[in-house]
């Protein structure tokens, strides 16, 4: 009988998420999103995957082509395909907007992976109160 070691699986880091409370009123900023790193294959299926159903299927992402290295066109995420688009505006270089056919749009203000954790704690809860 032979015996076949798995390495340890290894946990997936958490989602930094902080959303800003639902209300009929438009948010500039919906809330933050403090990403591991600036592999957006690794990131976005953790983050699409920890948002609020009521939020829908995602089915498009924009992200600033300056801070996030080149990505294919679409991707699959939890069984359907998401659209990537790069953007060069400067007027939004740290957000992520994330679109869902008839249900709205939601920008994320990303704090950068190498963000001190107290300041990204600090910016994390200042855009779910709608302070950012």
């Known amino acids: 009988m032979t015996a076949v070691l798995q390495p340890p699986l290894t946990?997936?880091?958490?989602?930094?998420?902080?959303?800003?409370?639902?209300?009929?009123?438009?948010?500039?900023i919906d809330g933050a999103w403090w990403p591991?790193?600036?592999?957006?294959?690794?990131?976005?299926?953790r983050l699409l995957a920890g948002l609020p159903g009521t939020w829908g299927h995602?089915?498009?992402?924009?992200?600033?082509?300056?801070?996030?290295?080149?990505?294919?066109?679409r991707m699959l995420v939890l069984d359907q395909v998401v659209r990537l688009r790069r953007s060069t505006a400067t007027s939004a270089p740290h957000t992520v907007c994330l679109l869902a056919p008839n249900r709205g749009r939601w920008d994320l203000l990303v704090v950068p992976p190498d963000t001190?954790?107290?300041?990204?704690?600090?910016?994390?809860?200042?855009a779910a109160a709608g302070g950012v």
């Open 116 to 126: 001190p954790q107290d300041t990204a704690e600090q910016l994390m809860a200042a």
């Open 58 to 73: 995602i089915a498009g992402v924009t992200v600033n082509g300056a801070t996030w290295p080149a990505t294919p066109g």
């Open 11 to 28: 946990p997936h880091p958490l989602l930094r998420l902080s959303l800003a409370p639902h209300s009929g009123l438009p948010h500039h």
């Open 36 to 45: 591991h790193s600036y592999d957006l294959l690794a990131e976005l299926p």
